[in-house]
């Protein structure tokens, strides 16, 4: 809700209460925030070391309060980058129930804001083959621009006994053939 004070108004009608939509209510409130990014210098992106990427329309169900994308829908866009990256490379099929990947640890850097209706391109690589885990890095952006960055650590995991596995020979060969940077 917005008051405005209309002093064309007898006092007695003052505040007027005005009901605004939901994109004039937030560019009114953030006004002097969004003045005060205009001198944010965005970060430059370079694909070349990523050998997987995947594109994803900005939906209006990913957006805050703020008008712009929630840090969950970030987590969202890499988790559905993660599991293509896996179909990929190694060929596992994400969502059975003997998907043998649990995630660890995950950690994200926010570069830059994300708006509705702009396209990201998520992208994914190993960074490291453990005994029993996997690091994958990934990058979010915005046309060159790098909108975030994140770090995963996925643990092998045998369900049966509910204890980590070793990472099994056969994916390590398939993780390091798709990732050549690894060798």
Not at 64 to 70: I, P, Q, R
Not at 71 to 94: D, H, I, K, P, Q
Not at 137 to 166: I, K, M
Request: with cysteine.
């Amino acid at each position: 809700m917005l008051f405005i004070q209309a002093s064309s108004f007898p006092s007695e009608c003052c505040p007027l209460e005005i009901e605004l939509s939901f994109p004039a209510t937030f560019l009114l409130r953030n006004l002097n925030f969004l003045e005060s990014c205009s001198n944010f210098t965005p970060m430059a992106f370079d694909p070349a070391p990523y050998r997987h990427s995947i594109t994803f329309p900005v939906r209006f169900s990913d957006l805050d309060a703020m008008g712009h994308v929630n840090n969950a829908s970030y987590l969202t866009y890499f988790e559905e980058g993660r599991a293509a990256w896996f179909r990929e490379c190694v060929g596992m099929a994400v969502g059975s129930i003997d998907f043998p990947v649990i995630v660890a640890r995950i950690a994200i850097d926010y570069l830059a804001p994300v708006s509705y209706g702009e396209t990201v391109d998520v992208y994914h690589r190993c960074a490291r083959i453990g005994t029993k885990s996997l690091t994958i890095e990934g990058a979010l952006t915005v046309g060159e621009t790098a909108a975030a960055q994140y770090e995963c650590t996925v643990v092998y995991f045998d369900y049966d006994s509910q204890s980590t596995r070793p990472v099994p020979p056969a994916d390590s060969k398939k993780i390091r053939k798709f990732e050549p940077a690894l060798n």
